[in-house]
C-alpha cells in the first residue's frame, strides 16, 4: 500500500506511504491518492484532513522519475480523459473541506505543488522546500507556479522556480509559505491538534468560508463581495447557525450536525 488512509474522529489522516523512496509518487501512489481523495470528499462524517508523507526525512519529493517516463498516448488522449489531469493526486477542485499539510522533511517538485495545493502549510524544522522541475528538463505542471506566485513574494517565487534552489524551514516560514514550524516529534500532533480546533467550528460554515477565500481571489472584488454574501444567505437559517446561537445564549458548546 503506497498511501495509508486513517480516520480519527472527523479527521481523515492520508499519509504518502514509501519513506524507502523519499514518498515519491509513482503511478501506483498517484491512482491510491486519488481514491483517498474521494473517500474524503464522499465521506460526510470527515469535516477535515491532513496530508503527511511516512517517516522524517520527506514530506514528498514529487514524481518517481525512474517509473514516470513519457506515456506513448498523446497529452490530449491523456488530459482529457477520465484518469488524466493533475486532478489525481491533489485536492480536487471544489473540495471545499479543509485540508492541511503536515510537511515533514524533503517537499521538493510535484510534492511542493501537493503541498501548495492544500489550504493550511506546517512544517517541522526539517524541512527543506524546491520547486525543482527545470533541473530535470520538465516544470511545474500542477499549479507549482500559479500557487507559489501566490503564496511567497514575487522575488522569491521566481528564484524557486528558474533556478531549483532550496530554501529551508525558518526561510519558508520567514517569506509565508509555511504558518506554522514544529519540531518533526511535534508536527502530527500539532497537525492533529489545528484539525481538532477547525472541527470545534460549524462544518459548513469552515467550507462557506473556504470557498468565499478560494473564489474570492479569481474574481473582480465586486464580484467577489457578491459571493461571499451569498454564501452567508445559504448560511443563515441552517440548523447549525441556529444552534450556535441558542448554545452561546445557554452558555454551553454547540453539536454541530452539517446541517
Known amino acids: 500500500m503506497t498511501v495509508d488512509v486513517r480516520k480519527t474522529g472527523h479527521i481523515q489522516i492520508i499519509t504518502l506511504d514509501r519513506p524507502d523512496q523519499l514518498n515519491a509518487i509513482d503511478p501506483d501512489t498517484r491512482r491510491a491518492l486519488a481514491e483517498a481523495w474521494q473517500q474524503f470528499r464522499s465521506d460526510d462524517d470527515a469535516w477535515v484532513a491532513i496530508l503527511t508523507g511516512r517517516g522524517e526525512k520527506a514530506f514528498c519529493v514529487g514524481a518517481d522519475l525512474k517509473k514516470t517516463m513519457p506515456p506513448e498516448g498523446s497529452f490530449a488522449a491523456t488530459h482529457f480523459s477520465s484518469a488524466g489531469g493533475d486532478e489525481l493526486w491533489r485536492p480536487m477542485r471544489n473540495l471545499w473541506k479543509p485540508v492541511i499539510a503536515a510537511i515533514n522533511g524533503f517537499a521538493f517538485g510535484g510534492g511542493l505543488e501537493l503541498a501548495l495545493a492544500c489550504d493550511l502549510r506546517i512544517a517541522s524544522t526539517n524541512a527543506v522546500f524546491s520547486q525543482s522541475e527545470v533541473r530535470v528538463g520538465s516544470m511545474v505542471g500542477a ?16 528564484k524557486m522556480l528558474l533556478t531549483g534552489t532550496r530554501i529551508g524551514a525558518e526561510e519558508a516560514h520567514r517569506v509565508g509559505l509555511i504558518s506554522d514550524l514544529f519540531k518533526p516529534a511535534d508536527l502530527m500532533a500539532r497537525a492533529e491538534e489545528m484539525a481538532e480546533e477547525i472541527c470545534r467550528n460549524a462544518p459548513l460554515s469552515v467550507r462557506a468560508t473556504k470557498m468565499a477565500a478560494v473564489l474570492g481571489q ?6 467577489a463581495l457578491e459571493v461571499e454574501r451569498l454564501l452567508w444567505g445559504l448560511l443563515r437559517n441552517t440548523d447549525d447557525r441556529i444552534e450556535g446561537r441558542v448554545a452561546f445564549a445557554e452558555k454551553r458548546q454547540p453539536q454541530w450536525r452539517s446541517r
Do not use: F, S
Open 143 to 158: 499549479g507549482g507556479a500559479i500557487r507559489l506566485m501566490k503564496a511567497v513574494p514575487e522575488a522569491v517565487a521566481m
Open 218 to 223: 479569481a474574481i473582480p472584488q465586486d464580484q
